[in-house]
């Protein structure tokens, strides 16, 4: 009993102590990283990922997946440009709603094609979604790089608290809205009832069914949150860069939330991941990121290794999954 | 040289915790057909797959043309010239008849890494002719019926020149004239001197086809007989012959209302007309056949399944109901046959189990009232006598009665009023097994309306206070505790193609 509850915690860990002992041989590595104004950067350059990380996530807990995410990101920053070019809207609150919207929609249509129109599994239809959307946004602003948005709007991405000039960059207020969501997440996924649905749908989508739960519903609002929280890392992109750019459709935004999700502990299989460990996840992407850099690596070396993280976490998803099933078959016996 | 094509000596084979087959025998004389009868779970299946190499028995040997044989797979079985047509047919449905005919046996070019599908094309049109099958050979499988896709697979057989071709239920999802032509085909094998061993469910089939029949009970070897040495009755009593266990603590409780009536419920091709009523404070038994239509009733009544026409009245009143959601508001429970696959979230915890199916009814405000979710699963645990270390358990490290009772407890915590238990003790054991007996009877004694399909018979005849027996669709016939006999034969006949009086 008590060895069970150590590998336990210790595979809840495991990610955590992994972040440290990547966080300890950077700063061996070079003296730059370990610094106040560098800890904030990782934070700010984890912010988007982290928001579509919780989009992904949500899905993956239901044995799906959304390749559309970025590209839904970044139509939904298009069509905030396309309103203040094409139609001179500078309102911020109708160019956020509209984000928003774009968002939302995007999402619920994944999931009226995943549900209602019976495609065979998310991978085809998002796929398919992602396309679209790429060329979407490449349309709605005529392939122009939108720029000069209202200050409301690019706030949620551009500012930072406690900032002293010539000193101390501040904290990014994307990371710390980041977190209030992820505990809004964490509220959601674990303390309510629609968000234990949701393990269920993931992980016996029939039982939940004939338990008097509507599964299509269930994965219609899941596509939908994912929208969502595309449209708000869409807010994030604009404010970090001040531009919406539609060529950025195609950056590997799917393929970051996708290893964040699995390194924290979610599955391909679904009915598991939670959200912090998807934090970690997404923070190791970007500490990756941040130090080759520092190390003054090239490009190609960053892709490389980012690639083969992401093949690293998924062996370790399958490993973890054949270990439990192999214990289960010696506990049986 | 032995008289017999294939012989089974004292063959045992046993799986943790059952004896699938014991002290088995079985003597195949070359080119007969040799039908193999018994009830599910009787131990057809097990000696079907240790003839064709997938089980290795314990005990005894198996000889084949005199010399003894131990196969350790599948292919050595084929290699010694026994084939199987299973009732799930193995054919890639997109491949040519050609193809699937010689999926694992191509024929290349001479001195060519190329298919001559010249030559495959002949000799498959041509097994195909000899079997009574006229057909381009080209198309894809999947384009014929299933009386053609199994006479594919029975030339898969004919090309590796099997003496003996077993074939499991093969009529099973076959239509009145595909049925006819199979029959033409297995007689005109015997005349090429192939050996048939014919496993059916259908009486009228085995005494058309066979020349000798065996019948299996609960592992064992029951007789051999010729045909015309049998009749129906002598065969269904050799098949049910069993002693009643009291095993059942069966308690007389007094019917009330009416819980639910169902009318005239019809599915295209798998409901017939299928009218019963079934009142508060009994148990009401459904027994039938595997495939009889019991589970697709009760699939349809309960939401799971749409149907085409009929009238479901619960308590009196007509309601429509179109989706599980749909029937558990109407106050219905549906504790299905498949616990893994449809009952439980494996993955998830007995506490979150207990409450799948009233999740929303467990909250306070936003949030999970976990205090009343702690209590309720506390309750359930001790009610049910769930063995479980904590209620945090992961269900799928329960054992098999365990996970039963926690699927029980789900329905319970609905409230419902109608209970539909689906082969409630499959696969859990004796003691497990008494302990669910007890929990309907609580419910009965409760006075809500219980409903069991089983295809146990001692089961049904023990718990039940009126029995409905459905075969192919239909209702065959009602019995009742209280004015019949309940008996296993009269059940089986009806089962089994008779008629209750």
Not at chain 1, 195 to 217: F, Q
Not at chain 1, 266 to 279: C, D, H, P, Q, R
Not at chain 2, 82 to 87: D, K, R, S, T
Not at chain 2, 278 to 297: C, D, P, Q
Request: proline share 3%.
């Amino acid at each position: 009993m008590k060895t069970k509850k150590m590998k336990d915690i210790l595979g809840k860990v495991a990610p955590l102590l992994a972040l440290v002992l990547l966080f300890i041989v950077l700063s061996l590595a070079t003296e730059k990283f370990f610094t106040l104004n560098n800890m904030m950067n990782i934070l700010r350059q984890t912010a988007v990922n982290g928001l579509i990380s919780a989009a992904m996530l949500v899905v993956l807990i239901t044995a799906g997946i959304d390749l559309s995410v970025g590209a839904n990101a970044i139509l939904c920053a298009c069509m905030m440009g396309m309103l203040k070019t094409s139609f001179g809207i500078t309102n911020s609150l109708v160019l956020i709603l509209v984000c928003i919207i774009t968002g939302v929609f995007i999402g619920f249509l994944n999931g009226i094609l995943l549900t209602k129109m019976h495609l065979p599994h998310p991978f085809v239809s998002t796929l398919g979604m992602k396309n679209v959307l790429c060329g979407l946004a490449l349309f709605v602003v005529s392939t122009k790089t939108i720029s000069d948005f209202p200050a409301a709007v690019t706030f949620l991405g551009s500012s930072n608290l406690f900032k002293v000039s010539g000193g101390f960059s501040g904290i990014p207020l994307c990371f710390i809205v980041l977190i209030l969501i992820y505990i809004v997440y964490h509220f959601f996924l674990n303390k309510t009832a629609l968000g234990r649905m949701i393990y269920c749908v993931g992980g016996n989508p029939e039982a939940a069914r004939l338990s008097g739960i509507n599964s299509d519903n269930i994965l219609i609002f899941v596509y939908s949150l994912s929208g969502f929280m595309c449209s708000i890392a869409a807010l994030v992109i604009v404010g970090r860069s001040a531009v919406a750019n539609p060529s950025a459709a195609i950056s590997p935004y799917d393929t970051d939330a996708i290893a964040a999700c699995i390194i924290g502990g979610a599955s391909f299989m679904g009915g598991k991941g939670t959200i912090w460990g998807t934090l970690i996840g997404a923070l190791m992407i970007s500490t990756i990121r941040n130090g080759l850099t520092l190390l003054n690596t090239s490009s190609s070396v960053q892709y490389i290794v980012i690639g083969l993280v992401i093949i690293a976490a998924v062996f370790i998803d399958v490993t973890r999954t054949r270990m439990e099933a192999k214990a289960k078959r010696l506990a049986a016996k | 040289m032995s008289n017999y094509l294939v012989e089974l000596k004292g063959v045992t084979k046993r799986f943790p915790g059952v004896v699938a087959m014991r002290n088995m025998s079985l003597q195949i004389r070359p080119g007969e057909i040799h039908g193999l009868i018994g009830e599910n779970g009787a131990g057809k299946s097990t000696l079907i797959k240790v003839l064709t190499g997938v089980h290795i028995p314990e005990e005894g040997s198996i000889y084949i043309e005199g010399n003894k044989v131990s196969f350790k797979n599948p292919n050595e079985a084929a290699t010694a010239g026994i084939a199987c047509v299973y009732q799930e047919l193995n054919i890639v449905k997109l491949l040519s008849v050609t193809d699937n005919i010689f999926i694992n046996k191509a024929i290349n070019k001479k001195g060519s890494p190329f298919l001559d599908y010249t030559k495959m094309h002949e000799i498959a049109h041509e097994v195909m002719l000899s079997l009574g099958q006229d057909i381009a050979v080209k198309k894809e499988c999947g384009s014929y019926g299933m009386g053609i896709q199994q006479m594919v697979e029975i030339a898969k057989a004919v090309l590796i020149d099997a003496k003996l071709i077993i074939m499991d239920e093969p009529t099973s999802s076959l239509g009145e004239k595909e049925v006819e032509q199979l029959m033409k085909t297995v007689r005109s094998l015997k005349e090429k001197g192939i050996a048939i061993l014919f496993v059916s469910h259908k009486l009228e089939e085995l005494f058309e086809l066979c020349d000798r029949v065996t019948v299996m009970r609960d592992g064992e070897h029951i007789l051999t007989k010729n045909t015309d040495e049998l009749d129906n009755d002598s065969l269904i009593s050799a098949m049910v012959g069993r002693t009643l266990d009291n095993q059942y603590p069966k308690i007389e409780a007094e019917p009330g209302t009416e819980a639910l009536r169902v009318e005239h419920l019809n599915s295209a091709g798998v409901l017939r007309d299928v009218s019963f009523h079934a009142n508060h404070g009994e148990i009401l038994g459904f027994a039938g056949l595997v495939g009889a239509g019991r589970t697709e009733t009760f699939r349809a009544v309960f939401g799971a399944d749409p149907y085409d026409s009929g009238e479901i009245y619960i308590n009196g009143e007509k309601v429509v109901i179109k989706s599980p959601k749909a029937g558990i508001r109407c106050g219905m429970a549906f504790l299905t046959e498949d616990r893994k696959g449809q009952g439980l979230v494996l993955s998830q915890s007995v506490r979150t189990n207990l409450i799948l199916s009233n999740m929303r009814r467990c909250t306070k405000g936003l949030f999970f009232d976990e205090k009343q979710i702690d209590q309720l699963a506390e309750e359930n645990i001790s009610d049910l006598k769930i063995k479980t270390p904590t209620a945090d358990e992961v269900v799928g490290q329960l054992s098999g009665g365990n996970q039963q009772k926690v699927v029980i407890g789900k329905w319970i915590n609905t409230n419902a009023d109608i209970y539909i238990f689906d082969e409630p003790t499959r696969g859990i054991d004796v003691g497990a097994k008494v302990e669910v007996y007890n929990i309907m009877n609580r419910l009965v004694r409760a006075g809500k309306c219980v409903i069991m399909i089983s295809s146990e018979l001692p089961e049904i005849i023990g718990m039940s206070d009126r029995v409905i027996v459905m075969r192919e669709g239909r209702i065959m016939g009602e019995l009742s505790r209280k004015t019949d006999v309940l008996n296993q034969e009269i059940i089986m006949k009806a089962a089994w193609g008779g008629e209750i009086r």
